[in-house]
């Protein structure tokens, strides 16, 4: 294992050794002790955003069949529309016999009947100027979910960055968590300010001010055991010029008291672990590091698994020398204490904007040879899935410190080498060469050769020109680019039962060409921080258009794939969808059996006791889609029509005897069960 990208504390080695001895006495493989029981086998519950604290979006629930799939109806509609809910990234989590979830820029919290879709409560907290100045406001994701003395507890960390608690029953702030906030109108209990616990000047109503830096949230915290751990983030790097923010701290409270417990310096300071990757004293001043993926947790090690974004400013970093720990990282760290345990750095000196995008996924593998081993692993935006013991950090397979390019933009100094895993296989395609453009016909192919020599393709880890590059390209290739591979509206599910996971994939590249900072700048409105960067993100690009209309590469457009993790081989790889009549019927394409291209959609998916379920749309764009596939080979079992694409989540669990399947249709809640779950008389909308 490199050194320079993963390490194991020394106190948690010693905690690694006394449990291998307990071991020996008791008979047992250090694995095997080590081991957890990661979902809820005993329920079929959607304890968590990813179902359980593993991520795996896999429920146990086994009333739908291959055979009775065609079956499924709509049973109720719940519209978050009077809560002005519109991105529907939120999955719910159902649990104590009531669904919840968040809808809106308020972020209002919300108690729906899992029978009849009817709205039981809701919450809000008032409105400050720090919540309405939150770019992430609307991405809120779920809640976290925990019981005190046998009640359940609802906790949400809203866009103005406070962490709120409520009574699961009733939705009233919870008596005896945190305080009273100086805001008009704020409850006496029930909220904490975490701005507080943070370490820089602010305002209660208006936060941070800008010059300093700025932090919301995204996605909702996790209860492990007796702490809740909040994840943040930041305004988007893509819309930064200035060098100046505060970085993305994981912090850590009393689930019954709110107290404030522990903070984890994500840019490490003096004197702490990684400090000399930041070179030029660049810790200083540089921000972000966030953690607006959602948390994963193995709680019965007292583990939190943390992924981050890179520092401040996509696509440049110069006022930033070295690899800059803990950017683009995934960090476990000791949910009692916040010390680290370990961690591995996914991109050296990010400047691509691949932030690792998707809650960790922790399986228990049997790997032949090996046995058993606690396994979690982190999908990527550039397409690969990197693995490792969850407990010791080190990689399941070996990883390879390999050379990439090296950037000719003034003043970047980019990290020689970047991490690549020998397992599992790439899931999409890296970097962009003649052989991926598009070939159908020898018009076509001749096309696209044109339109590229104005774009300078390149590897994996292709670097960002500058305004002033001397080649005249228009931009350079960033394959996968920062929509594409895998995503945070396309997250990864797996099989706890096989050790399957599965990776839904659309192919795209992104097209980068920096300016100048203080041109950057005068296209944000509300920047933060004082110092203008040499080089920002600016205008982006004119990307590749071929006259036709079709994609300049090769399909396939969308994938799933499925890897058998206890082998890191991948079982099978499947199109998404069919092909589009846009690009079947295209006349380019006239007398072309192009076969299945798959949508080119961001597909979302939830495992099932019997089979892989995703959403997707049809050839005609404007019908959705319910699949079902074999989990083993990819075959398709089954599909029907459903009212809407399900977007950045679906989720599954069985209520009053019946098992239920939850899409995201915007704004709305689509319940999908079999006939006999409906409620008498109709269902509530």
Request: aromatic fraction near 10%.
């Amino acid at each position: 294992m490199k050194t320079r990208s993963s390490t194991i504390s020394g106190s948690f080695a010693k905690k690694l050794a006394t449990l291998s001895c307990m071991a020996a006495v008791l008979g047992l493989t250090p694995q095997m002790a080590l081991s957890q029981n990661l979902v809820n086998d005993d329920t079929a519950e959607w304890f968590t955003l990813g179902g359980d604290y593993a991520h795996t979006r896999y429920t146990p629930a086994d009333e739908i069949t291959a055979e009775n799939f065609s079956d499924l109806e709509v049973v109720w509609e719940w519209d978050g529309s009077s809560f002005n809910g519109q991105s529907g990234r939120s999955t719910p989590t159902y649990v104590d016999g009531k669904l919840f979830t968040v809808s809106g820029a308020r972020r209002n919290v919300v108690a729906i009947d899992p029978k009849t879709g009817e709205t039981l409560w809701s919450y809000r907290l008032p409105n400050t100027g720090r919540w309405e100045y939150s770019m992430r406001a609307s991405y809120g994701k779920g809640i976290a979910y925990s019981r005190i003395d046998g009640k359940g507890v609802v906790y949400i960390s809203t866009p103005g960055f406070f962490l709120v608690a409520l009574d699961a029953e009733t939705g009233a702030p919870l008596e005896g968590f945190g305080g009273q906030v100086p805001v008009e109108g704020f409850p006496t209990t029930g909220v904490v300010d975490m701005l507080a616990d943070l370490g820089h000047p602010y305002d209660p109503y208006e936060g941070i001010p800008l010059e300093t830096g700025y932090i919301t949230t995204s996605s909702p915290p996790i209860v492990v055991n007796d702490t809740i751990i909040v994840g943040n983030s930041a305004e988007q790097g893509y819309l930064q010029a200035r060098i100046e923010n505060v970085p993305g701290d994981i912090l850590a409270y009393d689930k019954v008291t709110g107290e404030f417990k522990w903070k984890f310096n994500v840019i490490p300071q003096p004197g702490e672990y990684g400090h000399e990757t930041w070179e030029n004293d660049a810790w200083q001043w540089t921000g972000d590091v966030s953690s607006w993926a959602p948390l994963t947790a193995d709680p019965e090690n007292n583990i939190v698994y943390v992924p981050t974004n890179p520092p401040t400013i996509d696509y440049y970093g110069g006022f930033r020398p070295g690899d800059g720990l803990f950017g683009t990282s995934l960090i476990a760290l000791d949910t009692e204490t916040g010390e680290r345990r370990w961690h591995f750095q996914t991109v050296h000196h990010d400047v691509w904007n691949y932030d690792n995008p998707a809650a960790p996924i922790q399986l228990d593998l049997n790997i032949p040879g090996r046995g058993m081993i606690p396994s979690v692993s982190q999908v990527t935006k550039q397409g690969f899935v990197y693995s490792f013991n969850r407990m010791t950090g080190e990689p399941i397979w070996p990883m390879e410190e390999r050379a990439v390019p090296a950037s000719e933009v003034p003043g970047e100094k980019l990290s020689t080498t970047q991490p690549f895993p020998s397992k599992p296989p790439a899931f999409e395609m890296q970097g962009l060469t003649q052989d991926d453009l598009i070939d159908f016909t020898p018009a076509l192919r001749r096309e696209a050769l044109e339109v590229m020599a104005n774009y300078d393709m390149g590897p994996l880890f292709n670097p960002p020109i500058h305004s002033d590059d001397p080649s005249g390209k228009i931009a350079s290739a960033m394959c996968p680019g920062d929509g594409g591979g895998a995503n945070i509206n396309n997250p990864p599910v797996a099989d706890p039962t096989s050790g399957f996971l599965y990776v839904t994939s659309r192919k795209a590249c992104s097209w980068q060409r920096i300016i100048p900072g203080d041109e950057a700048d005068a296209r944000i409105d509300a920047p933060t921080g004082t110092t203008f960067a040499a080089y920002a993100n600016g205008a982006r690009p004119r990307p590749p258009r071929l006259d036709s209309g079709l994609p300049y590469f090769k399909p396939p457009y969308s994938t799933i794939t499925a890897y058998d993790m206890n082998t890191g081989e991948i079982a099978f790889q499947i199109p998404t969808g069919e092909t589009p009549d846009r690009i079947r019927n295209n006349p380019a394409l006239a007398g072309v059996d192009i076969g299945d291209t798959g949508t080119g959609n961001a597909i979302t998916m939830v495992t099932t006791a019997n089979m892989l379920i995703y959403s997707d749309m049809d050839h005609d764009g404007r019908t959705a889609l319910l699949y079902g596939i074999d989990k083993k080979t990819g075959e398709e079992v089954g599909r029907i029509e459903v009212p809407a694409q399900s977007r950045y989540g679906m989720s599954s669990w069985m209520h009053d005897g019946h098992q239920y399947i939850i899409l995201q249709t915007g704004s709305k809640l689509t319940a999908m069960a079999l006939p006999g779950a409906a409620a008498q008389g109709g269902a509530a909308h």
